[in-house]
Structures are given as structure tokens and as C-alpha cells.
């Protein structure tokens, strides 16, 4: 038996809880003062977790066919990475990318670069930043890649030996058959990383870098308003991360009612 699903009581008190937010901001002084410092970090939030989602997209990706390939060394090497990142704490994986392998990434560019007569680089070249999004990246593809694997074994098997009855070669069964049909499973569990991945980017305020977190941070430390500070620190982030999730399960539902008409 099928159950109706709630009314959503908790979308309404949420709402209500944002629009008081939203009237003390407009009313109070501070409130204006905090989110007109903090805001700032909002570009740096959106820039961090968009660039680095969408490189893990593309390693989770190359990681998932790797799982997937006829290959045992490939398939070993692939899961080797998953299973051993899928370990490490973010906030870990931040600090050694950022403070290990970044200092290990340029010494080995200059190792190259001396014998091609090349200009050697500093570590200080590489900002906080970009160690951010690179650690960010090599930590969130391990789970992506879990769920392109389990998407594209969602495929039909049928679909795909009919594919190779056509003659269609392994890249056209892939990029017509195989992707656009896993596509439908794995975009709401993407959308899913994609939310945590906004909460986890707050991570990189303790390198410096200057996101919703950290500005909120430097601002409570010099003013003592740390109530205020922080309730609109976590207020953007719920902006950011409850619209997400709406719009998530409206994807999931238009999705399922395409596959219901396909069948």
C-alpha cells in the first residue's frame, strides 16, 4: 500500500524561521552589518564548491570505468584510490594537499622544468585556494565514482548486447546507450554530493581562504557578535543548501514520472 506523503510542515516552519531572519537583518543593524561582511565570502563559496565538483565529476567518472574495466590492474588501481580516499576525512585531506602534496607538486614541476629550461615555480604560486578545490576534488571523486559505478550497472544488459548487435563500437554504446540511461539514476545522489559538498567547501576557512565561514569567523573574533555572526553564516548556508534540495526532489519526481511514461 502506497503511503501519501506528508504535508510539509517543515518547509513551512523553515520558511517562517528565514522570513524572521530575513526581517531582523532588514530592521537590525547589526544583522545588516554581518551579512554585508560575510556575503562577500558567498562568490568564493560558490566558485570553490562549483569548480571542484565538477573536476570530481570528471575523475569519478574516469574512476568508475576503471572499476568497470576488463582491465585487473585498472580495475585493482581504481579501487585502490576509492576505497583508501572514501578513509580520509575531508578536513585531513585538506591539510595534506595543502601543507604535503602541494610543496611535493611543485618540486616535482621544478625537477621538469630545470632540464627543459623552464622558469621554476614556488609553492607559494599555488594560493590556498586552488589546494582547497584540488583537495576537495580528489576527495569527493572517490565518492562520485561510487555512484557513476552503480549507475551505469543499472543499464539493461539487453540494451547494450542489442548495441553491440547494431556494430556499435565501446565509446557509441557508451555515449548513447550506456550514459544518457544512467544519467537518470545518478543525478539525484550527484545532487546529493553536490549539497554536502556546500557544507564540506565551509571546510576551507582553516586555510584562510576567504568563504562564508572564514569572513564570518574574522568578523565574531573582532566584534564579539558571534550569535549574530554565526546565525547568518548558517542562514546563507541554508539558503543555499535547502533550495538545492527542493529543486532536487523536483528533479527526482519529474524523473520518475518520465520513466513511468517510458514504460
Excluded at 72 to 92: K, N
Excluded at 124 to 147: K, P, Q
Excluded at 239 to 251: F, I, K, N, Q, W
Aim: hydrophobic residues 55%; charged residues 15%; glycine residues 6%.
Amino acid at each position: 500500500m502506497r503511503n501519501r506523503p506528508d504535508f510539509p510542515w517543515w518547509l513551512i516552519v523553515a520558511i517562517i524561521i528565514g522570513l524572521y531572519l530575513g526581517w531582523r537583518v532588514y530592521i537590525d543593524e547589526t544583522y545588516s552589518q554581518v551579512i554585508a561582511i560575510v556575503s562577500k565570502g558567498v562568490s568564493i563559496t560558490i566558485f570553490v564548491t562549483c569548480t571542484a565538483f565538477a573536476l570530481a565529476c570528471i575523475l569519478g567518472l574516469v574512476l568508475a570505468l576503471g572499476v568497470l574495466s576488463r582491465s585487473v590492474i585498472l580495475r585493482q588501481c581504481a579501487r585502490f584510490y576509492i576505497e583508501i580516499m572514501r578513509g580520509i576525512p575531508i578536513l585531513v585531506l585538506l591539510f595534506y594537499i595543502a601543507f604535503v602534496g602541494a610543496p611535493a607538486l611543485v618540486a616535482g614541476y621544478n625537477a621538469l622544468a630545470e632540464p627543459l629550461g623552464l622558469e621554476p615555480a614556488r609553492t607559494r604560486d599555488l594560493s590556498l585556494m586552488w589546494r582547497a578545490i584540488l583537495a576537495l576534488t580528489l576527495g569527493y571523486a572517490a565518492f562520485i565514482a561510487e555512484v557513476f559505478r552503480a549507475g551505469i550497472q543499472s543499464v539493461d544488459e539487453g540494451q547494450i548486447e542489442a548495441a553491440e548487435a547494431l556494430g556499435l563500437n565501446r565509446w557509441h554504446r557508451f555515449r548513447l546507450i550506456i550514459l544518457p540511461q544512467a544519467l537518470r539514476t545518478i543525478l539525484p545522489p550527484l545532487g546529493n554530493d553536490f549539497i554536502a559538498l556546500i557544507k564540506d567547501s565551509s571546510l576551507v576557512s582553516v586555510l584562510g581562504v576567504a568563504d562564508i565561514t572564514q569572513l564570518g569567523k574574522v568578523y565574531a573574533a573582532g566584534s564579539f557578535r558571534f550569535f549574530e555572526t554565526y546565525n547568518i553564516v548558517a542562514y546563507i548556508y541554508l539558503l543555499m543548501t535547502v533550495s538545492l534540495s527542493l529543486a532536487l526532489r523536483a528533479l527526482e519526481r519529474r524523473l520518475r514520472r518520465a520513466s513511468h511514461s517510458d514504460r
